[in-house]
């Protein structure tokens, strides 16, 4: 996870003197989600196949491929492509909503990036930096954001694995930090608010 964050430290600090706040989230930021969510989807497919898989050998080879593995990997497999339901779910979860949105992990629709400079832009944040900047800043949050979201789904394969080969240890804990820093992270602005608002100090998203 640190090397991911310092990777993307790099590049935005080497795009951010050359494009707008537009041209990297276009040119730099959507290829990027596009391509980690294409992964995740390649991933829950390799997942998914490799659960049916393991379920036929288990009849020959019970002992190499237990049907507890097979089970997680079609469990998180299925999960790695729901990935934007299972956002929205537990985006709604937390907000009172129902809609489903299919698009719910794409960067240029997310409510980070459609309105959350307008929430910020009588801030101390907002008011000295210019828009463009924190456009870079809130795709880089994203990104980071979704990279935890989905790393914490795909540690759910290992849930099989409890209990065999002296593994005591349930990656539950793990994957729901992983996911609870990544819907922070992605919904960052919204996050300050609710803490700004809750610790009384409201100029965190503008007067």
């Known amino acids: 996870m640190r090397y ?4 993307l430290f790099l590049l935005s600090t080497s795009i951010a003197s ?21 992964i995740s989807t390649l991933i829950g497919l390799a997942l998914f196949g490799g659960g049916i898989s393991d379920i036929a050998k288990n009849g ?38 129902s809609a489903i949105n299919n698009s719910a992990l794409a960067i240029e629709g ?10 910020i832009q009588n801030s101390s944040l907002g008011m000295y930096l210019p828009e463009q900047t924190v456009e870079i800043i809130f795709s880089m949050i994203f990104l980071v954001g979704l990279y935890s979201f989905i790393s914490g789904i795909y540690s759910l394969k290992d849930l099989g694995t409890i209990g065999q ?22 919904n960052i602005v919204d996050f300050s608010c609710i803490v700004g608002t809750t610790i009384g100090i409201p100029q965190i998203c503008g007067s």
Not at 4 to 7: D, Q, T
Request: cysteine-free; aromatic content about 6%; hydrophobic content about 45%.
């Open 165 to 186: 080969g002296g593994n005591q240890q349930s990656p539950v804990k793990k994957s729901i930090v992983h996911i609870v820093a990544g819907m922070i992270a992605m």
């Open 110 to 119: 997310s409510s980070l990036m459609t309105s959350g400079y307008s929430k």
């Open 18 to 38: 050359a494009n707008t706040g537009n041209d990297f989230v276009s040119e730099q930021a959507v290829p990027i989600n596009s391509l980690m969510i294409t």
């Open 60 to 97: 020959k080879m019970p002992q190499q491929y237990p049907m507890a593995n097979a089970a997680a990997k079609m469990f998180t497999g299925t999960l790695m492509l729901s990935l934007n339901v299972i956002y929205s779910i537990f985006v709604n979860t937390t907000t009172g909503g």
């Open 4 to 7: 991911l964050i310092a990777l």
